[in-house]
Structures are given as C-alpha cells and as structure tokens.
T-cell receptor, first 117, second 113 residues
Framework: DTAVSQTPKYLVTQMGNDKSIKCEQNLGHDTMYWYKQDSKKFLKIMFS???????INETVPNRFSPKSPDKAHLNLHINSLELGDSAVYFC????????????????FGPGTRLLVL | QKEVEQNSGPLSVPEGAIASLNCTYS??????FFWYRQYSGKSPELIMS????GDKEDGRFTAQLNKASQYVSLLIRDSQPSDSATYLCAVNSRGSTLGRLYFGRGTQLTVWP
C-alpha cells in the first residue's frame, strides 16, 4: 500500500549511458514532481506535471526528459549520463486543485540513489 | 531568485529540551510555509504547514510565522533522540507556478540522551 513508489531504489551506471527512473502514486493525486537532492542535501525541483500536463520545467539539461503516461505515473529519462548527475532523485505528488484551491502538501517517494561512474 | 535560508547546524540539544529551528525567506509575497523532516537516507516527510501569521501547534511541534520579518520557525518541545534528523523549510510564493516549493538547505538536529 505504498503511496508514492519509485524504481529502482539504487542505480549505478557508467558515464554516457541512458537510464530511466519510474514513479507511481496510488493516492489519486493530480500533480507529480521530480526533485534532485545533491550531496549537500539541497532539494531542487526539476519538473512538475498536473494531469499529465507539464507545468514546471526548471533549468535542467535537456538530457533530462520527463514523461507522464497518465496522472498516476511520472517517469524520468536521462540521456548521456554525466558524473554530476549523481544524486538522489525524489518523486513527489500532491492532490492538485480541490474546490478551487490548490492543495500544496507534497508527499515524497523513497528516492532513487543514482551513482554515475 | 527566491531564497530560503536556514542555519545548516548541526544543532545539538539534550533530550527533553526545546529545539528551535529558524528559516528566513526572501520573497515578500510568499504565502505557504512547510517544515519537512528528513531522516538520513530517507525521503522528506511533512510535519507542519502554516499559512497565517502566528503560532500553529501540533503535538510537540509548534510552527511560528512572521511575514513582516519574513521568517518561519519550528519549535520542538520535549525533544527526543528520535527527533534527530534534518529539518527542511519550504516556501511557496503567490504568483509562482502552483506547487513550486523552494527549499532551504536544511538544519541538522541531534538530540542526545
């Protein structure tokens, strides 16, 4: 009964490879996010989708491409991985708009620890 | 550039004491404020949200907001060793894209028995 799940939990790969991280939420939320947390624990938004529509697209390299096949899933594909991509990537979700009010509380997944060698 | 500043710590308090965590933010039109707790190797979990000036209490936790001074704080009463974690302050701003939270770098709290 995991609320927000991510796979894989750990990802070790070589520079130059392409990899994907998957996220699923079973909370019925409309909005999903990808965050990157660096080695100094700074948590920074990368992307956000609301009902499969991209609403936040931070300044990240275009090697990163999110895909939302439906509102319960938000995947992150990374091309040509670089050493600096090593970090923990968190998926999160929030309810979205209810009664005309955007519900902002965000629920985080367990994280994917990416190490690029 | 909207900034959220926190003392990185570490903040160390004895068991049973009050731990006080502070956060300042740069955007005057910020309207939503959150405190997340993150244990080492785990994901952030929401412990408090506050939207209006004043205090909001939930169990041993009290969030305090002062929009005029642009700070938000979190008090943990009767601190327990299980409270040892990094506490992240997050702020959303009116006019920002819905759901865009700006996080501080976190304050590491250690409660020693």
């Amino acid at each position: 009964d995991t609320a927000v799940s991510q796979t894989p939990k750990y990802l070790v790969t070589q520079m130059g490879n392409d990899k994907s991280i998957k996220c699923e939420q079973n909370l019925g939320h409309d909005t999903m996010y990808w965050y990157k947390q660096d080695s100094k624990k700074f948590l920074k938004i990368m992307f956000s989708y609301n009902n499969k529509e991209l609403i936040i697209n931070e300044t990240v390299p275009n090697r990163f491409s999110p895909k939302s096949p439906d509102k319960a899933h938000l995947n992150l594909h990374i091309n040509s991985l670089e050493l600096g991509d090593s970090a923990v990537y968190f998926c999160a979700s929030s309810p979205g708009t209810s009664g005309g009010v955007f519900q902002e509380t965000q629920y985080f997944g367990p994280g994917t620890r990416l190490l690029v060698l | 550039q909207k900034e959220v500043e926190q003392n990185s710590g570490p903040l160390s308090v004895p068991e049973g004491a009050i731990a006080s965590l502070n956060c300042t933010y740069s955007d005057r039109v910020s309207q939503s404020f959150f405190w997340y707790r993150q244990y080492s190797g785990k994901s952030p979990e929401l412990i408090m949200s506050i939207y209006s000036n004043g205090d909001k209490e939930d169990g041993r936790f009290t969030a305090q907001l002062n929009k005029a001074s642009q700070y938000v704080s979190l008090l943990i009463r009767d601190s327990q060793p299980s409270d040892s974690a990094t506490y992240l302050c997050a702020v959303n701003s009116r006019g920002s894209t819905l759901g865009r939270l700006y996080f501080g770098r976190g304050t590491q709290l250690t409660v020693w028995p």
